[in-house]
């Protein structure tokens, strides 16, 4: 088991592009989950997702989408990167939405 | 307010020594986690333990629902539990929200 992968481990973007991270779990793990984590800080939930084809909202949400198009997958897109959007990115998936989180070993974005 | 507070902010320790961390709860948060990021980033599940005492090797955990605190035990402390243990709950729902972590360091 890969157990939580993210694609890419780091990437440099320029104001006003766009990317697409990719997590993946090979868990069958029903919930997955978007944090940023700023320098010194905790973990910020940007969106989740409770099963396929759903996703809502967590505490910083704005610039921001998701899909959930297949159970072992869960997508962040930035439509239209910021300087703020700099931050390291981690995944977490979770069987159930009441247990333990299991993490990626994050993405780290740059963006100039 | 402040739904998760950890204390201390940051503690040195040396090798061998006993610790204990501590997380502070609102009303609104539940299921306690308790994390343990390395000097490398990377995020390791530590306890879920949302109330009760659990014990793993040299950690233990226990937390207090009715009074909204848990407390993370590292006893003999090693090199390797150097990094920032975070405590995280559920709020909303399955909303994750996490503390700011303690950040340990253990000195050989």
């Known amino acids: 088991n890969a157990g939580v992968t993210q694609t890419p481990k780091f990437r440099v973007l320029k104001t006003g592009q766009s990317m697409t991270l990719l997590c993946a779990q090979d868990?069958?793990?029903?919930?997955m989950y978007w944090y940023r984590q700023d320098p010194g800080m905790g973990l910020r939930l940007i969106h989740y997702?409770?099963?396929?084809?759903?996703?809502a909202k967590g505490e910083v949400p704005d610039g921001y989408n998701v899909s959930r198009l297949k159970k072992q997958n869960f997508l962040l897109g930035l439509e239209s990167a910021a300087p703020s959007q700099t931050s390291v990115y981690f995944c977490?998936?979770?069987?159930?939405?009441?247990?333990?989180?299991?993490f990626g070993p994050g993405t780290r974005l740059l963006v100039l | 307010g402040i739904q998760v507070e950890q204390s201390p902010p940051d503690l040195i320790l040396q090798e061998g020594a006993n610790s204990t961390l501590r997380c502070n709860f609102s009303d609104s948060v539940n299921n306690l986690q308790w994390f343990h990021q390395n000097p490398w980033g990377q995020l390791i599940n530590l306890f879920y333990i949302p109330s009760g005492t659990k014990q793993n090797g040299r950690l233990s955990a226990t937390t207090v629902a009715t009074e909204r605190y848990s407390l993370l035990y590292i006893s003999s402390s090693q090199t390797t539990d150097s990094g920032v243990y975070f405590c995280?709950?559920?709020?909303?729902?399955?909303?994750?929200?996490f503390g700011a972590g303690t950040r340990l360091f253990v000195k050989a």
């Open positions: 995280a709950g559920f709020t909303g729902g399955f909303k994750t929200i």
């Open positions: 997702s409770v099963g396929e084809g759903t996703t």
């Open positions: 977490a998936s979770s069987y159930t939405g009441m247990e333990t989180q299991y």
């Open positions: 868990m069958n793990h029903e919930y």
